[in-house]
């Protein structure tokens, strides 16, 4: 059996309707970045590894794509994530004093899904505030991104907050748990009690991490709930640096009054990369959270110039399933042209130039479209083109396989 139309698995075709869908939201949502002040910027697909992966972990060179580049013989990669890119294009290309704004969107592919329903290939837009460490930045970011849920049709969304800078608190006060600090974040993330509780153990593991240490992770995935959270997690002040990301949080709260917000102790990012506060917004329907961002200071130091920076993402075509079918557009039905009919051809340039959708049929071409349903036609009076309404109870070889 030919099987070239065929993908490989966690790939797929977008068609028409929600191709449109899509498109719609990307321009509607850089628009509304534009309206907080963010610049749009687009680097390419390809990058030297180094420059892909700088800073940002062992999970994302899991997912990047690597092949040599027949020109330089060095190893490439295909972006799994665009802030390593703009980070690079803050601090080396733009290499401007104070606070930058910059917004972006394109395609990125993983090299493994990240779940069982989960696409290798997403349509990644976000924004990203650099050259800022307060809470204002951050408080700027979430906002933006709540915004942007409720300009998709999102309406129900839950902030969960986390500040990562807690987590490495307690992992920095004791080398043993600075040695495992990888295990140590895949744990909190599972919310695996008995895993945590292992950490006493030395085994084969690594050290044992001490008494103090093993407790208080214990406690973080318990650290979950509304704002009396912070007042649970009080107790955990005893190390150094806590205090400070405990009233970062109470901040944000506090003046994020009105919103559905959660506070998540446990909800932590990448170890070594994220710095301060983090967040994801959840909705109700949705496995996984739609947006995920938080503060990255520093990473930027790689490419030179070490900024505050803190920003956010998500998966336009994921999102775009939340819209249901489309529903097809209103257009008018245009004859085939002859070489000499230049009042019908004026009158198709006319229209469009007005916005309307004209589908002008060519020589024996039947009507096959799907994304269009033709509520008036283009029809002769007298000497005159006109436009004219037509029969719409039945959408015309509505059929595009056909």
Partial sequence: MNGNWLLPDYLADILPAQARQIEDLR??????????????????????????????????????????????GRTLGLRADMTPQITRIDAHLLNRPGVT????????????????????????????????????????????????????????????????????????????????????????????????????????????????????????????GGAEVLERAASLSVFKGVSAALESLKTLVTKLAGEKISLDLADVGAYGYHSGVTFSIYASDWHDALVRGGRYDNVGAAFGRARAATGFSMDLIRLARSFGQAEPAAAILAPSSGADDQALTQLVAQLRADGEIVVQLLPGESVAHDEFIFDRELARDGQQWVVRPVNTTAKPNSNSNS
């Avoid at 910027?41 to 580049?69: C, H, N, Q, R, W």
């Avoid at 945590?196 to 240490?213: F, H, K, N, T, Y």
């Fill in 27 to 72: 321009r509607k949502l850089l628009d509304l970045f534009r309206t907080f002040g963010f610049e749009t910027v687009s680097p390419p697909m390809l990058e030297y590894i180094e420059s892909l992966l700088t800073g940002a972990g062992k999970d994302l060179s899991l997912k990047t794509f690597k092949l040599v580049d027949q020109l330089s």
């Fill in 101 to 224: 704004r910059l917004c972006y969107c394109g395609p990125v592919l993983h090299a493994r899904p990240a779940g069982l329903v989960a696409s290798r290939e997403q349509l990644q837009i976000g924004a990203e505030v650099y050259g800022h460490a307060g809470i204002e930045a951050d408080l700027e970011i979430i906002r933006l991104a709540i915004e942007s849920l409720k300009l998709a049709g999102v309406s129900n969304g839950q902030l969960v907050l986390c500040h990562d800078g807690l987590v490495q608190a307690i992992i920095n006060s004791d080398p043993a748990a600075q040695a495992r600090a990888d295990e140590i974040v895949a744990l909190l993330r599972d919310k695996d009690l008995p895993g945590i509780a292992s950490l006493r153990d030395d085994g084969m593991g690594g050290p044992s991490v001490s008494e103090p240490v093993v407790a208080a992770l214990e406690l973080l995935p318990r650290l979950y």
